[in-house]
């Protein structure tokens, strides 16, 4: 069975960096996608890209281009979201969830537990 | 690359059934039967209840069920429950060989 655990919360200055990790166990991780959602306080899901580890092709919501990149270790079974530039608007609750799209259909599952990013000065 | 459209919320009585829609375009909703389906309790990672517009994955309750016509999809829930009280999130892929993805903006579906 796939589990998702994200790495703790973090608190970020306007203007810089956040990474959060998303380690994966159960399964083959190669062979999954992974997808990077977020929601801000009270708001709705909001998809932001994904990554194909097997492939290393990763591809994001027009939205966040430029200023996202999602990443995979496969030795280690872990995705890495990171967001820069980072500004207010940007608190949010960060999940990664496992996309699968294959014969069997389409959807996100398992999720990551999420990871809250607080962006304050 | 815009939000699918919900109703904020939506409410029922214990034994009762409701619908929840979801509204998006001919790019989206109706251009690809990849609708899917979360629960989100508060606090909680949202929680796959159907995919592929109307498949159950196992251990979800045969009272929940889903159906599209053109570019409205939705989630039916019958005789609901105490627990069933949650947000409740669409999603459907999109854009050329369904390269994104888009999310409803959420029903509070409520109990009562």
């Known amino acids: 069975q796939v589990q998702l655990v994200q790495s703790g919360a973090e608190v970020k200055k306007p203007g810089s960096s956040v990474k959060v990790s998303c380690k994966a166990s159960?399964?083959?991780?190669?062979?999954?996608?992974i997808s990077w959602v977020r929601q801000a306080p009270g708001q709705g899901l909001e998809w932001m890209g994904r990554?194909?580890?097997?492939?290393?092709?990763?591809n994001y919501a027009q939205k966040f281009q430029g200023r996202v990149t999602i990443t995979a270790d496969k030795s280690t079974s872990t995705a890495y979201m990171e967001l820069s530039s980072l500004r207010s608007e940007d608190t949010a609750v960060y999940y990664c969830?496992?996309?699968?799209?294959?014969?069997?259909?389409?959807?996100?599952?398992?999720w990551g537990q999420g990871t809250l990013v607080t962006v304050s000065s | 690359q815009s939000a699918l459209t919900q109703p904020r919320s939506v409410s029922g009585s214990p034994g009762q059934s409701v619908t929840i829609s979801c509204t998006g375009t001919?790019?989206?909703?109706?251009?690809?039967?990849?609708v899917s389906w979360y629960q989100q309790h508060p606090g909680k990672a949202p929680k796959l209840m159907i995919y592929?517009?109307?498949k159950r994955p196992s251990g979800v309750p045969d009272r929940f069920s889903g159906s599209k016509s053109g570019n409205t999809a939705s989630l039916t829930i019958s005789g609901l429950q105490a627990e069933d009280e949650a947000d409740y999130y669409c999603?459907?892929?999109?854009?050329?060989?369904?390269?994104?993805?888009?999310f409803g903006g959420g029903t509070k579906l409520t109990v009562l």
């Open positions: 592929d517009v109307s």
């Open positions: 999603c459907s892929y999109a854009g050329s060989y369904t390269s994104y993805v888009v």
């Open positions: 001919s790019s989206d909703v109706g251009g690809y039967n990849y």
């Open positions: 159960g399964g083959t991780f190669s062979s999954y996608t």
């Open positions: 990554i194909i580890p097997i492939l290393g092709i990763a």
């Open positions: 969830a496992r996309e699968i799209y294959d014969s069997s259909g389409a959807r996100f599952d398992p």
